[in-house]
């Protein structure tokens, strides 16, 4: 097999038909067809069902494998020309959305004065789809909330922020400053789904003190809970970031003590070594937090962001 073969069939999954994938490639849909039928010879599968053009089960896989190849050959090259200090290559990032509203202004900013021939490709996504992409290698890092376990991936802390229970102005709790977790017990809540990076850390905390969290429902995205919680829906127990103080006078946030902070981080595929492009980044995001998080309320940093020294 060679990498014309595996970019046709990447080019075929991307692009749903031969034609286009041929169009895309720059070539002829007989030389897009020729490569792919020669990847199935030499696998002894079919690839694409050429009754409706998807991909097959085994197709699938081997596009996942295709991409990431692929990738790999891009930063290679990426790498070899980088040797002279002028950096550049892809950088293809995953980022939290709630982390992405205020950082990426920033961090690409930054990028483009200096590493301008670095290319950013921002996905934006929740930890939980994000991660199987870093692992995969269709992305080289990402800025995800812990936690997470795999140990594929190098994990590295950026910041912690407060989580706090957000309300509606209407909402009968709006007038609280303050309230413990054994108060919310009977309060139905906007939840994060089981297992979820979020949920896990709630339910940790909720099992600490003893309180059992009721959900009015389960919601899979920390920007959509703040949403629902400012449409008056119900009450949302969020990270600080997810509520900008520009977000209107409607929304009240209560402070519960006993939540721990979210803590996000910066993860990485333990191997192969991250490209120069991808190296470059992550340097200058540490910048960019260091500059920019304390003008976040509720973002901390250094020592006093992780209490007692533990990463939840």
């Given at each position: 097999?060679?990498?014309r073969q595996l970019a046709a069939i990447v080019a075929v999954a991307d692009h749903g038909t031969f034609s286009a994938a041929a169009r895309?490639?720059?070539t002829v849909q007989s030389n897009v067809s020729g490569h792919v039928a020669k990847l199935e010879r030499e696998l002894g599968i079919t690839l694409v069902d050429r009754?409706?053009?998807?991909?097959?089960e085994q197709g699938v896989r081997v596009v996942e494998r295709a991409r990431r190849v692929l990738h790999e050959i891009d930063d290679i090259a990426a790498d070899i020309a980088s040797l002279d200090n002028d950096i550049s290559g892809d950088a293809r990032i995953g980022v939290i959305g709630t982390t992405a509203r205020w950082l990426m202004p920033q961090l690409l900013s930054a990028i483009g004065r200096?590493?301008?021939r670095v290319h950013p490709i921002i996905?934006?996504?929740q930890t939980t789809t994000i991660v199987p992409g870093v692992v995969s290698g269709q992305l080289n890092a990402a800025i995800i909330h812990l936690p997470i376990d795999d140990p594929e991936l190098v994990v590295e802390p950026l910041f912690a922020e407060d989580l706090l229970l957000l309300v509606h102005s209407s909402h009968p709790?709006?007038?609280r400053e303050t309230m413990s977790l054994t108060e919310l017990e009977d309060v139905p809540l906007l939840l994060p789904p089981k297992g979820t990076p979020l949920r896990r850390v709630l339910d940790r905390a909720a099992r600490s003190a003893d309180v059992s969290l009721r959900p009015?429902?389960?919601i899979d995205g920390v920007r959509l809970l703040a949403s629902l919680a400012f449409d008056g829906y119900g009450a949302?127990?969020?990270p600080a970031t997810a509520a900008p103080r520009q977000s209107g006078d409607d929304l009240r946030r209560v402070l519960v003590p006993e939540l721990p902070r979210r803590v996000v981080a910066w993860v990485r595929r333990r191997r192969p070594a991250p490209s120069a492009a991808t190296t470059a980044v992550a340097a200058i995001l540490t910048e960019v937090i260091a500059l920019h998080a304390h003008e976040q309320p509720g973002v901390h940093l250094g020592a006093e962001a992780f209490p007692l020294n533990r990463i939840p």
């Open positions: 097999m060679d990498v895309a490639l720059y009754s409706n053009g998807v991909l097959t200096q590493h301008p996905s934006e996504g709790l709006a007038a009015l429902a389960e949302a127990i969020v």
